[in-house]
C-alpha cells in the first residue's frame, strides 16, 4: 500500500494528541474536508458507531 505521508513525520491520533511512527496497522484513517485525518486504536474503538455511520469527527 502506498502512504502519501512523508515518511519523517510521526502520525498524531485527531482525537487524543498520541503520536506514533510508523503508523501501526490498528489505526484509522479518516477524510473530512478533503484532509486524512488518523485514530488510533483506542479512540477509534471508542467512537466505533460514530464513524462506521460516517459523521465527522466534530460530532463525536
Not at 19 to 41: H, K, Q
Request: glycine share 4%; proline share 8%.
Amino acid at each position: 500500500m502506498n502512504d502519501p505521508r512523508p515518511t519523517e513525520e510521526p502520525v498524531a491520533c485527531a482525537r487524543c494528541g498520541r503520536t506514533a511512527d510508523p503508523l501501526p496497522l490498528t489505526w484509522t484513517c479518516s477524510v473530512e474536508d478533503g484532509r486524512r485525518r488518523y485514530f488510533c486504536d483506542e479512540c477509534a474503538r471508542t467512537h466505533l458507531r460514530a464513524i462506521e455511520g460516517r459523521l465527522d469527527s466534530s460530532w463525536w
